[in-house]
């Protein structure tokens, strides 16, 4: 009752009013163009949990390794440079994750390694340059050498004056900035020191000699004066 039938009729010639008639139910002609929607449906369906699914893991895979380079880097942004992504994959964010290990490794053995030493004097520190373009390996081996450069022209002073050189002064144009300061100062610090020594000394000398008009004129402060 629900179903109609198709029924094609064609005159048959010279048979005085015969027809020839073929029909069918509608259902039959429809079976193969619904079997092939559901079929359609079905692999839509399967083909978007699949993907949903692919979707999940992948994006699980991606951001977990992500999370854990974002992680190192606000890390590295406070200072801390212990923090380590230890991935082992060898694709491009496996690949992101090692460099980022390697460069901490590096700040924390050479920078922050060398900026200890120098903390407490020691001025040993070897520092690697990477490349031609490694911008911090240069910058802190310039800083030690500014340093030891210091340090040696301390240490040619203290000799000079246990040695009784109180002449001797430091080169204050092999430093440059703050380093030039300190080195001018203790030069105009021996010079105001040593000056009035030097002055009082050829007074003395000349007093010895039965001069005993000579005075020292030099206007001096402190202790000097006195």
């Known amino acids: 009752i629900d179903d109609w039938r198709l029924t094609y009729i064609e005159p048959i010639p010279n048979t005085n009013g015969w027809s020839l008639a073929i029909g069918n139910f509608r259902s039959d002609y429809l079976v193969p163009v619904n079997q092939l929607r559901n079929n359609i449906i079905l692999i839509s369906l399967l083909i978007s949990l699949i993907g949903v699914v692919a979707a999940f893991i992948l994006g699980k895979w991606i951001a977990a390794p992500v999370k854990k380079t974002l992680e190192m880097i606000n890390e590295m942004g406070k200072g801390h440079f212990t923090l380590r992504t230890n991935m082992k994959s060898s694709d491009e964010i496996g690949q992101m994750g090692r460099a980022m ?92 020191v040593i000056k009035p020594v030097q002055e009082a000394s050829y007074v003395l000398e000349e007093m010895s000699k039965g001069d005993i008009k000579l005075r020292v004129n030099g206007d001096y402060q402190g202790d000097h004066a006195q």
Do not use: C, W
């Not at 390697?102 to 990477?130: R, T």
């Not at 390996?137 to 002073?157: C, E, M, R």
């Open 101 to 192: 290990d390697e460069f901490a490794g590096n700040l924390q053995k050479y920078v922050i390694g060398a900026m200890q030493k120098i903390s407490i004097g020691d001025l040993s520190s070897q520092i690697p340059i990477i490349d031609e373009k490694d911008e911090i390996g240069p910058a802190l081996t310039q800083t030690i050498s500014a340093i030891k450069l210091l340090a040696d022209d301390a240490n040619i002073l203290v000799e000079a004056a246990l040695s009784g050189k109180l002449s001797t002064r430091a080169d204050a144009s092999k430093h440059e900035g703050a380093y030039k300061d300190i080195v001018k100062g203790v030069n105009e610090t021996l010079d105001a």
